[in-house]
């Protein structure tokens, strides 16, 4: 029972408003904190003082010490003991339980009015910025000639000082009576100032306090703002934007300003012009000044941090007014110089929505001189970037066939590239541009020939080959062709047998025998399934080695088969094409490239069965090797048409299909236009012109046009918000409580609302909240007083640090008359994961290599009474919020089994993979598998899993 007031107390100390925060971890008692006060110097009173500063932030009670600083600390005039002392009396209760001023308090208060008028600015200055923080109006209420007194001191410190006191005691509830002159004398005293941050200050006063006294006299010095410094600007700003909220009629007259403020030279008021611009108006001249304003701070600043913000703010003009954006394409893309790659992504990105027939030839050709300048070795990261360059160009060239013929042989010198991503990005790219673009045919199969030598990767190696294999139609062309790949592939046979019973690679010589070294890791398929991949390396070294080697047989013989039977499968086109010609070439010639194409066939077989190589054959390959030299044998009607026909046909297929789904979101990322048909609609040259500037007439046209077709955003969608109010608690609770919670990127905005429903007045109510996860609470709520009935509404900011669902609770505490504190629980707000992740595109390649990097994994047994496998993916779908990668095409049919690709990403970055890999069994027609969740972090994965199990609960049930 004797420790419950202490507790209470320290309870009540914490809880009360801070202004600093102070870490103190040495112990001090009370005792010597007093002695240093009453004996010591000046350097002992600090120590002391700062001893009991930071004992009493950490919420210790020291009642002794306070007589001691007024009989030996308050007459001191050292300036470091005077602003400790004033420290330690913004930390100290001023106040008694009843919320009474202190007897004790006066003697603080005669201490401050002789600062007030002490001789020395530094003194007086620092006494004006503590009253800043005091929030008892008896406390302040004698000082106030003295504050007013200090507005014409001759030191600019102290008069700054002034006018932010006067600011901040003028908020006080009952402050306006307190100071009921102070907004006509700060505006005086605004007149005839030149200091310019005490004009900062009174200015600021006034917007705060006094809001048309401040319009007033922006207005009187209109032509004067350019000349303000940056302080004085910024507020002006800010100034613009809350009057232009509240009478939007007036914002042209504003907008003027803004567009004055842009000649300004600080950077930072630049960038609040273009952000004031785009939040008032939508006329095409102040968005074009704000990209402008945009691409200048992009071309002037050096923090990669500021260039990635204002990237941002180009995206959204790019979604919001596009057309606009699209002559700034070329000034956005000077942001490529930057070297990081986050800053060149999102640049890219960018300017892809951007590109329209006027200004593609110029976005293409800065792409292939930036692909050029990753020839150089000096840049880092050169293989990456290049990457991302030949995707954009890729893009572009989908967009616009016709600038492809102009980069396509650019593009093939970069096939051998050591970085094998890139030159895969380059050889799909190629493939792609040879089936949609039949003029440059010819072209690529001619340029492919002549640089195949330089690949040396196997997967860019077999995509070549399915090139030569489809698009060599000409005699001249499969000459050309067969002899390309005789020259890559060497002499054969790959390897003969000894007298001795030895065997020696290559044909040639014996190579040294050396243990193989090899690794296995698991991989996802295409399919989703999982496979075992090998990766050997081949120990044994020859005189001719694999570096001297052609590409294509040094692959061969270090034990690529899938390579051997892509070469098999295009040898066998080429002479099947060579037989289709007809009398086009001699037969004698046909008949010569028939044996040997069956020869080196044969020659692979030999090799995959020697035992000197690493591994033998695998069966696949095998199988397509022996089909291509039974083909030759026996050709038919029906295997030939599926070789040289269907092979093509399947790719156009694809193709088209992913066209079409890449227009589908195209016309999906377009907004959806609302517009009543009895809306009003102004029309540009009916409209008067009278007083108006060319700025405030295109603002109106295009806020009404907006209005008109349903793109004016001002207004909230009531439904939406109701669905995301949630009740906290009962109707028949006391108090009752519900709360709105808006999700932003990285922080959680809770709007509660708290209703009296009781007859008496609640006095000392509290909101606490507190948070499970990576949740932070910004800030404490404050108490209130609530009348019977009365409604109040309270904001909660709330830190969001990753994806992982967070959970908020807390109760309400209150006091009400001849009763003790009375709580009420809150229902818990489960924040979910679906509000940070959005559906993402990736390409298959990335996707297994991220699948294979990730190390968290949730592995979700499937539990549900859905019984169609397609219906069940479309549930999980759109359960978590993330898109199917998988092709429709590859999930139609009605086999039983299914395997899909999901992927989604992060507000923070972070990657979301699920394969769904579902079956239905023959028995009862239930569904079995797995729903497996990778990520880089564990928070994700375990979240999704949440989701997945609970919705997955949610199917059943219904």
Same mark, same amino acid.
């Given at each position: 029972?004797?420790?419950?007031?202490?507790?209470?107390?320290?309870?009540?100390?914490?809880?009360?408003?801070?202004?600093?925060?102070?870490?103190?971890?040495?112990?001090?008692?009370?005792?010597?904190i007093?002695?240093?006060?009453?004996?010591?110097?000046?350097?002992? @009173?600090?120590?002391? *003082?700062?001893?009991?500063?930071? /004992? =009493?932030?950490?919420?210790?009670n !020291?009642?002794?010490? &306070?007589? %001691?600083?007024?009989?030996?600390?308050?007459?001191?005039?050292?300036?470091?003991?005077q602003?400790?002392?004033?420290?330690?009396?913004?930390?100290?209760?001023?106040?008694?339980?009843?919320?009474?001023?202190?007897?004790?308090?006066?003697?603080?208060?005669?201490?401050?009015?002789?600062?007030?008028?002490?001789?020395?600015?530094?003194?007086?200055g620092?006494?004006?910025?503590?009253?800043?923080?005091?929030?008892?109006?008896?406390?302040?209420?004698?000082?106030?000639?003295?504050?007013?007194?200090?507005?014409?001191?001759?030191?600019?410190?102290?008069?700054?000082?002034?006018?932010?006191?006067?600011? @901040?005691?003028?908020? *006080?509830?009952?402050?306006?009576? /307190? =100071?009921?002159?102070?907004?006509? !004398?700060?505006?005086? &005293?605004? %007149?005839?100032?030149?200091?310019?941050?005490?004009r900062?200050?009174?200015?600021?006063?006034?917007y705060?306090?006094?809001?048309?006294?401040?319009?007033?006299?922006?207005?009187?010095?209109?032509?004067?703002?350019?000349n303000?410094?940056?302080?004085?600007?910024?507020?002006?700003l800010?100034?613009?934007?809350?009057?232009?909220?509240?009478?939007?009629?007036?914002?042209?007259?504003?907008?003027?300003?803004?567009?004055?403020?842009?000649?300004?030279?600080?950077?930072?008021?630049?960038?609040e012009?273009?952000?004031?611009?785009?939040?008032?108006?939508?006329?095409?001249?102040?968005?074009?000044?704000?990209?402008?304003?945009?691409?200048?701070?992009?071309?002037?600043?050096?923090?990669?941090?500021?260039? !990635?913000?204002?990237?941002?703010?180009?995206?959204?003009?790019?979604?919001?007014?596009?057309?606009?954006?699209?002559?700034?394409?070329?000034?956005?893309?000077?942001?490529?110089?930057?070297?990081?790659?986050?800053?060149?992504?999102?640049?890219?990105?960018?300017?892809?929505?951007?590109?329209?027939?006027?200004?593609?030839?110029?976005?293409?050709?800065?792409?292939?001189?930036?692909?050029?300048?990753?020839?150089?070795?000096?840049?880092?990261?050169?293989?990456?970037?290049r990457?991302?360059?030949v995707?954009?160009?890729?893009?572009?060239?989908?967009?616009?066939?016709?600038?492809?013929?102009?980069?396509?042989?650019?593009l093939?010198?970069?096939?051998?590239?050591?970085?094998?991503?890139?030159?895969?990005?380059?050889?799909?790219?190629?493939?792609?541009?040879?089936?949609?673009?039949?003029?440059?045919?010819?072209?690529?199969?001619?340029?492919?020939?002549?640089?195949?030598?330089?690949?040396?990767?196997?997967?860019?190696?077999?995509?070549?080959?399915?090139?030569?294999?489809?698009?060599?139609?000409?005699?001249?062309?499969?000459?050309?062709?067969?002899?390309?790949?005789?020259?890559?592939?060497?002499?054969?046979?790959?390897?003969?047998?000894?007298?001795?019973?030895?065997?020696?690679v290559?044909?040639?010589?014996?190579?040294?025998?050396?243990?193989?070294?090899?690794?296995?890791?698991?991989?996802?398929?295409?399919?989703?399934?999982?496979?075992?991949?090998?990766?050997?390396?081949?120990?044994?070294?020859?005189?001719?080695?694999?570096?001297?080697?052609?590409?294509?047989?040094?692959?061969?013989?270090?034990?690529?088969?899938?390579?051997?039977?892509?070469?098999?499968?295009?040898?066998?086109?080429?002479?099947?094409?060579?037989?289709g010609?007809?009398?086009?070439?001699?037969?004698?010639?046909?008949?010569?490239?028939?044996?040997?194409v069956?020869?080196?066939?044969?020659?692979?077989?030999?090799?995959?069965?020697?035992?000197?190589?690493?591994?033998?054959?695998?069966?696949?390959?095998?199988?397509?090797?022996?089909?291509?030299?039974?083909?030759?044998?026996?050709?038919?009607?029906?295997v030939c048409?599926?070789?040289?026909?269907?092979?093509?046909?399947?790719?156009?297929r694809?193709?088209?299909?992913?066209?079409?789904?890449?227009?589908?979101?195209?016309?999906?990322?377009?907004?959806?236009?609302?517009?009543?048909?009895?809306?009003?609609?102004?029309?540009?040259h009916?409209?008067?012109?009278?007083?108006?500037?060319?700025?405030?007439?295109?603002?109106?046209?295009?806020?009404?046009?907006?209005?008109?077709?349903?793109?004016?955003?001002?207004?909230?969608?009531?439904?939406?918000?109701?669905?995301?109010?949630?009740?906290?608690?009962g109707?028949?609770?006391?108090?009752?409580?519900?709360?709105?919670?808006?999700?932003?990127?990285?922080?959680?905005?809770?709007?509660?609302?708290?209703?009296?429903?009781?007859?008496?007045?609640?006095q000392?109510?509290?909101?606490?909240?507190?948070?499970?996860?990576?949740?932070?609470?910004?800030?404490?709520?404050?108490?209130?007083?609530?009348?019977?009935?009365?409604?109040?509404d309270?904001?909660?900011?709330?830190?969001?640090?990753?994806?992982?669902?967070?959970?908020?609770?807390?109760?309400?505490?209150?006091?009400?008359?001849?009763?003790?504190?009375?709580?009420?629980?809150?229902?818990?707000?489960?924040?979910?994961?679906?509000?940070?992740?959005?559906?993402?595109?990736?390409?298959?390649?990335?996707?297994?290599?991220?699948?294979?990097?990730?190390?968290?994994?949730?592995?979700?047994?499937?539990?549900?009474?859905?019984?169609?496998?397609?219906?069940?993916?479309?549930?999980?779908?759109?359960?978590?919020?993330?898109?199917?990668?998988?092709?429709?095409?590859?999930?139609?049919?009605?086999?039983?089994?299914?395997?899909a690709?999901?992927?989604?990403?992060?507000?923070?970055?972070?990657?979301?993979?699920?394969?769904?890999?579902?079956?239905?069994?023959?028995?009862?027609?239930?569904?079995?598998?797995?729903?497996?969740?990778r990520?880089?972090?564990?928070?994700?994965?375990?979240?999704?899993?949440?989701?997945?199990?609970?919705?997955?609960?949610?199917?059943?049930?219904?």
């Amino acid at each position: 029972q004797a420790f419950a007031p202490s507790l209470q107390a320290m309870t009540s100390l914490v809880e009360r408003g801070c202004t600093m925060l102070v870490h103190f971890d040495r112990a001090a008692s009370a005792t010597e904190i007093k002695e240093s006060l009453e004996g010591g110097d000046d350097e002992e @009173k600090v120590s002391a *003082l700062k001893k009991a500063i930071s /004992l =009493l932030l950490g919420g210790e009670n !020291l009642p002794g010490i &306070f007589i %001691s600083i007024v009989r030996y600390v308050l007459p001191s005039e050292n300036h470091t003991v005077q602003k400790l002392l004033l420290l330690y009396l913004e930390v100290i209760e001023k106040t008694d339980s009843a919320g009474k001023i202190l007897p004790e308090m006066i003697l603080i208060c005669q201490n401050l009015r002789n600062n007030l008028q002490h001789p020395n600015e530094y003194i007086r200055g620092v006494t004006l910025r503590f009253l800043c923080r005091i929030t008892e109006l008896e406390l302040v209420e004698p000082l106030v000639p003295s504050i007013f007194a200090n507005l014409e001191h001759r030191h600019s410190f102290v008069r700054r000082n002034a006018v932010l006191a006067l600011d @901040k005691l003028f908020q *006080l509830p009952g402050g306006d009576q /307190l =100071l009921q002159d102070a907004p006509e !004398l700060v505006e005086k &005293f605004l %007149s005839s100032e030149a200091d310019l941050s005490a004009r900062r200050n009174a200015f600021l006063m006034l917007y705060n306090n006094a809001q048309e006294r401040a319009v007033q006299y922006l207005m009187d010095n209109l032509e004067e703002v350019a000349n303000w410094g940056d302080i004085l600007q910024t507020v002006a700003l800010d100034l613009i934007r809350k009057v232009c909220r509240s009478s939007p009629g007036e914002k042209g007259k504003y907008i003027k300003i803004i567009l004055t403020l842009l000649s300004t030279n600080n950077t930072a008021v630049i960038y609040e012009c273009a952000s004031s611009l785009v939040a008032l108006s939508s006329a095409p001249t102040a968005i074009r000044a704000a990209a402008n304003c945009y691409c200048q701070l992009l071309a002037s600043q050096s923090d990669n941090n500021v260039k !990635l913000i204002v990237l941002d703010r180009l995206s959204d003009l790019k979604t919001n007014f596009r057309e606009v954006m699209q002559d700034m394409a070329m000034d956005v893309l000077r942001v490529l110089s930057s070297p990081n790659m986050d800053i060149r992504r999102k640049t890219l990105d960018i300017v892809l929505d951007l590109i329209t027939s006027r200004n593609i030839d110029e976005v293409v050709m800065t792409l292939k001189k930036e692909i050029v300048k990753t020839q150089s070795k000096e840049l880092e990261k050169n293989g990456e970037y290049r990457q991302l360059l030949v995707q954009t160009v890729h893009a572009c060239a989908v967009k616009f066939p016709d600038v492809a013929a102009s980069v396509v042989h650019l593009l093939m010198d970069f096939l051998g590239d050591a970085n094998t991503a890139s030159a895969l990005d380059v050889v799909y790219f190629i493939r792609e541009i040879a089936e949609t673009n039949i003029k440059l045919r010819a072209g690529i199969v001619q340029r492919l020939l002549d640089c195949f030598y330089q690949i040396r990767s196997s997967r860019v190696c077999a995509c070549a080959l399915w090139i030569v294999g489809e698009y060599s139609s000409s005699g001249e062309e499969l000459e050309a062709a067969l002899s390309m790949l005789k020259s890559s592939l060497g002499p054969y046979p790959f390897y003969t047998p000894t007298d001795g019973g030895e065997e020696e690679v290559g044909g040639k010589e014996k190579p040294v025998a050396l243990p193989p070294m090899s690794s296995k890791r698991p991989v996802v398929l295409a399919d989703g399934t999982y496979a075992t991949q090998s990766a050997t390396v081949e120990a044994h070294t020859s005189s001719a080695s694999a570096a001297q080697a052609p590409n294509l047989r040094a692959l061969l013989l270090s034990g690529d088969f899938f390579l051997g039977s892509v070469v098999a499968t295009t040898l066998t086109k080429l002479v099947l094409r060579m037989q289709g010609l007809g009398g086009a070439l001699p037969a004698h010639e046909v008949n010569r490239a028939h044996a040997e194409v069956m020869m080196y066939l044969v020659a692979i077989l030999k090799l995959g069965e020697s035992p000197v190589l690493p591994h033998p054959i695998d069966n696949d390959s095998s199988d397509r090797i022996h089909l291509c030299i039974n083909v030759l044998a026996n050709p038919t009607a029906d295997v030939c048409s599926v070789l040289l026909q269907e092979c093509r046909a399947s790719f156009m297929r694809m193709v088209a299909e992913k066209q079409s789904r890449e227009s589908e979101e195209e016309k999906a990322r377009e907004k959806t236009v609302v517009a009543q048909p009895d809306d009003l609609i102004d029309f540009y040259h009916l409209k008067s012109r009278k007083g108006l500037s060319q700025v405030e007439l295109e603002d109106e046209v295009a806020t009404d046009l907006r209005r008109a077709t349903g793109f004016d955003t001002s207004k909230d969608n009531d439904g939406r918000k109701l669905n995301r109010v949630l009740q906290l608690t009962g109707f028949s609770d006391p108090v009752y409580a519900e709360a709105y919670v808006t999700v932003h990127q990285y922080d959680i905005v809770m709007d509660v609302t708290i209703v009296n429903r009781t007859p008496e007045t609640l006095q000392n109510l509290c909101l606490e909240l507190a948070t499970m996860g990576d949740l932070k609470l910004v800030e404490r709520p404050q108490n209130y007083t609530l009348a019977s009935g009365e409604k109040r509404d309270i904001r909660a900011n709330i830190k969001v640090s990753s994806t992982e669902t967070g959970i908020i609770f807390g109760n309400i505490v209150y006091e009400s008359t001849g009763t003790e504190r009375s709580v009420v629980v809150l229902n818990d707000i489960h924040i979910d994961i679906m509000d940070y992740i959005a559906p993402a595109s990736c390409a298959d390649v990335g996707f297994r290599n991220m699948w294979a990097e990730f190390e968290w994994e949730n592995k979700v047994a499937v539990n549900t009474s859905i019984t169609d496998v397609r219906a069940f993916l479309d549930h999980i779908v759109a359960s978590t919020n993330m898109k199917c990668l998988t092709p429709p095409s590859a999930l139609e049919g009605d086999c039983g089994f299914l395997a899909a690709n999901l992927y989604a990403k992060s507000v923070f970055g972070e990657d979301a993979l699920v394969n769904v890999s579902v079956e239905k069994q023959p028995s009862d027609g239930t569904l079995s598998g797995f729903i497996r969740i990778r990520s880089k972090t564990q928070g994700i994965a375990l979240s999704l899993g949440d989701k997945v199990t609970l919705r997955q609960k949610v199917s059943g049930a219904a």
